[in-house]
């Protein structure tokens, strides 16, 4: 195999590896599983939930997403138009990536809101993982408590 078809299928494998980290945060944050979500992240990540809240390495992150799951009874993310750019032989990428959560606050009030996931990814160890998350919200809509089935 020459030098341009082992470029393409790393390109290929490592959006294909990058999208999947964009699932498996949401899927881990979203389970509370602590694992699932940590194996995210690069080992010096850095994740901007707001302006002034910045965590920055796996303990900070994971007193975050704690944090998170103290404060909402539920919480639903939804990623979608991922877009990754990937610099063919690099180990860096960028990406972005529009999200729909949903959350169930603790006194039983919903707020649903929609914003853009800003990421910077590195390949650490032959693994994509997400070294930095910066959380832009657009909207956020109030409601008054809901009877789930």
């Known amino acids: 195999m020459d030098a341009d078809a082992r470029a393409a299928i790393d390109l290929l494998l490592s959006e294909s590896q ?18 699932r979500f940590m194996a995210v992240w690069a ?18 992150i994971l007193d975050g997403a704690q944090r998170q799951w103290d404060a909402f009874g539920q919480m639903h993310h ?51 993982k997400i070294a930095r998350r910066e959380a832009v919200a657009h909207f956020h809509l109030y409601g008054e408590s809901a009877d789930i089935r």
């Not at 080992?43 to 900070?60: K, M």
């Not at 877009?83 to 603790?106: Q, Y």
């Open 18 to 35: 990058i999208n999947r980290l964009v699932r498996e945060y949401c899927h881990g944050v979203d389970k509370r599983d602590a694992d």
């Open 43 to 60: 080992e010096d990540a850095v994740w901007q939930v707001g302006p002034e809240q910045v965590f920055r390495g796996h303990t900070a």
């Open 78 to 128: 939804w990623a979608a138009n991922v877009v990754i750019d990937i610099e063919p032989g690099e180990d860096r990428a960028t990406g972005e990536s529009d999200v729909d959560v949903t959350v169930e606050m603790v006194d039983g009030r919903w707020v649903r809101g929609g914003g853009t996931y800003r990421d910077q990814y590195v390949r650490e160890h032959g693994q994509w």
